[in-house]
Each structure stands twice: as C-alpha cells, then as structure tokens.
C-alpha cells in the first residue's frame, strides 16, 4: 500500500513539463517585508537635526552611532535602541518595548521611555526618563536622572503598543554596578528642572507637524518626586480598582492633589490578589475584597482621600487591576 498523498506527488511531478523547475515552497515569514537596517539607523551624522514621524518605526529595531552635536527625535514606539559613541547630542525616543542602552556617550541630554534603561562607558548624560524597571549604570559617572516630561498626541498610544504602563516609573531608583568609594556617579536633576531647557521641542519643518508639548501638567507620564528629599514625613498610599476610565480618573486625581500643593512621590500599574488586599488593608480588608470581583463594573475606590485633603501629605498612587484582567504582575514594594 501506498500513500494516497505521495502518489499524488508523483502525479504532480509526472504532468510537470521536463524544462519546468519546481517552485519553492512559499512560507508565511516568506511572506513578509523586508526590512532594511539603515532605515532604522542615524550613523555618523554631525551638526543636524534628524528625525522620525509617528508611524514610520513601528516598533522596529533603531539604532543611533557616531553622531555630535545633533538633535535626534524619535517619535515612534520601537523595539530596542542602541546608541553608541555620540557626543554633546540631544535625543528625544519615543516608548520602547525593550531596553535603551547608552554605550561610550559623552554630554548628552535625553528623554525617553522604556521598558529597561543601561548606561556604560558614559560621562555627563542628563535623562528624563520613564522606566518600568530598575535603571542601571555602569562605569560611568555624571549621570543625571529626572522624571519624563512630554506630550504629543500618538504618545499615549505609543505607550500601549510597547506594552509600558505611564504609571509604572521607576526613574529615580538608580543602580550602580560598578559603584566607587566616597563619590557617587549619578544624582536626580533638581525638581524645578524644566525639560524644554535639556531637549528643546525640534524646530525644523518636518518635525514641526508633530505636536509636542513640554508643559507640565499636559505630560502622558505623571510626574513624580521619585528619591528626592520630602519636606513631610507623612505619606498617604492611594487605590484606585480598575474599572471604566480608571486611567482618566487616575490622572484626574492626580492633577487635583498635585495642584493643591501635594508631592506624588510615585504611582504604580498592578495587577491585585486576594492576599495583595489582606496584605495592604489588614482589618479593613474586608470592606475591599468585593472590589476583586466588581471590577468590571467600573467601581473606583478612593482609599482615606478625605484625609489627604485635610493635610499635608505626600501622595503614593497604584492602580489596582485583578489578575484576570493584568496588565503587570508585579507588586509595588510597599505591599
């Protein structure tokens, strides 16, 4: 017996003209455009101002190598980004699913969104920065840390289509692998440091039709205190459960707080557990567990905000998702 296949095969091959060469097979990968590095790659520029649209990255690979005295703008969400040898460059990179990684740079200004942030071999780097885990420098020094800064319409859908969250910012919460006794190589720029004196909105005409702001109280991340020096040892940890417009909601509290004289010292994305509950709300856990499963529903719980409004505190935001519906799994450290 044979296959009924195979003889179908040698049917095929049979009723094939002699001159006629077999096909290839054709596989989906096959299938797709081919992509060419040096359309995703800045290399060897000097004293230009370059850039990329909304919508031309598309979450591909960028690479940016040997350029001085440059104003680089990325205004797409991207893979991973490399920069290598630059000098005195200001560089703008939209979010990033992957890592950024500064390698032998010298006297740049930055803002940029990531997943993961490294820095090596690097002198005098100033970094707005929106990083979902912990920074880390390594044999560098002068490396100074402030709070992203910026908006321009896509961002916000940026930012989802990297999967980062604008709440989880772990920007001031350095590590020095290759720390040296009695000094220290990075410190956070000061809170009145205003993001337009470090990166300026780009100026050329191509770039202009990108509608950017710098402007505080319009930024997609919210800005935060971070590791700075508090003026108040009172603090006040906020929950907001996940529900319809739980994001809006979220900033909205935010803005309120902050204008009323308040510091938010950090905010957080999670996904919640019973136990996470138990955990942050002991006695008063009960009063919260429902929310777990009323979630869909668009319930929004505000935790001691009458408190917050009656003093000065320092503010700690997380909004809570349930795991059947997570966006990170992490918990933040103080639960």
């Known amino acids: 017996?044979?296959?009924?296949?195979?003889?179908?095969?040698?049917?095929?091959?049979?009723?094939?003209?002699?001159?006629?060469?077999?096909?290839?097979?054709?596989?989906?990968?096959?299938?797709?455009?081919?992509?060419?590095?040096?359309?995703?790659?800045?290399?060897?520029?000097?004293?230009?101002?370059?850039?990329?649209?909304?919508?031309?990255?598309a979450g591909q690979q960028f690479?940016?190598?040997?350029?001085?005295?440059?104003?680089?703008?990325?205004?797409?969400?991207?893979?991973?980004?490399?920069?290598?040898d630059c000098t005195n460059c200001i560089i703008f990179l939209g979010p990033?699913?992957?890592?950024?990684?500064?390698?032998?740079?010298?006297?740049?200004?930055?803002?940029?969104?990531?997943?993961?942030?490294?820095?090596?071999?690097?002198?005098?780097?100033?970094?707005?920065?929106?990083?979902?885990?912990?920074?880390?420098?390594?044999?560098?020094?002068?490396?100074?840390?402030?709070?992203?800064?910026?908006y321009y319409p896509e961002l916000a859908f940026q930012f989802k289509d990297a999967g980062l969250s604008i709440f989880n910012n772990t920007w001031s919460d350095i590590h020095d692998f290759t720390p040296v006794s009695g000094e220290l190589n990075w410190s956070l720029l000061p809170e009145d440091a205003v993001v337009q004196d470090y990166v300026?909105?780009?100026?050329?005409?191509?770039?202009?039709?990108?509608?950017?702001?710098?402007?505080?109280?319009r930024s997609i991340v919210p800005i935060s205190w971070g590791h700075r020096q508090k003026s108040s040892d009172e603090s006040c940890l906020v929950v907001l459960f996940a529900g319809d417009y739980t994001i809006a909601n979220a900033r909205k509290l935010i803005d309120k707080?902050?204008?009323?004289?308040?510091?938010?010292?950090q905010t957080k994305e999670v996904s919640?557990?019973?136990e996470d509950v138990q955990r942050v709300f002991r006695e008063k856990a009960p009063d919260f567990l429902p929310l777990l499963n009323t979630v869909m529903l668009g319930?929004?719980?505000?935790?001691?905000?009458?408190?917050?409004?009656?003093?000065t505190f320092v503010i700690t935001v997380v909004v809570a998702r349930t795991c059947s519906n997570p966006l990170h799994e992490s918990t933040p450290e103080y639960m």
């Open 200 to 217: 300026p909105v780009p100026t050329t005409e191509e770039l202009k039709a990108v509608r950017v702001s710098t402007e505080a109280n």
């Open 272 to 274: 919640v557990k019973a």
């Open 299 to 311: 319930v929004t719980q505000l935790v001691s905000i009458n408190a917050v409004f009656d003093n």
């Open 1 to 57: 017996m044979g296959c009924f296949f195979s003889k179908r095969r040698k049917a095929d091959r049979e009723s094939r003209p002699e001159n006629e060469e077999e096909r290839p097979k054709q596989y989906s990968w096959d299938q797709r455009e081919k992509v060419d590095p040096k359309d995703y790659m800045f290399s060897g520029l000097k004293d230009e101002t370059v850039g990329r649209l909304p919508g031309t990255v």
């Open 63 to 84: 690479l940016i190598q040997d350029c001085e005295n440059c104003n680089i703008y990325i205004f797409d969400h991207s893979a991973t980004i490399t920069i290598d």
């Open 96 to 150: 990033v699913k992957g890592s950024v990684f500064f390698r032998n740079c010298r006297d740049c200004k930055c803002t940029l969104a990531c997943q993961q942030f490294r820095v090596r071999d690097c002198r005098k780097l100033e970094v707005f920065l929106c990083c979902a885990t912990q920074p880390i420098i390594e044999s560098s020094s002068n490396i100074k840390f402030g709070c992203f800064q910026w």
């Open 257 to 265: 707080m902050v204008g009323k004289g308040f510091f938010l010292v």
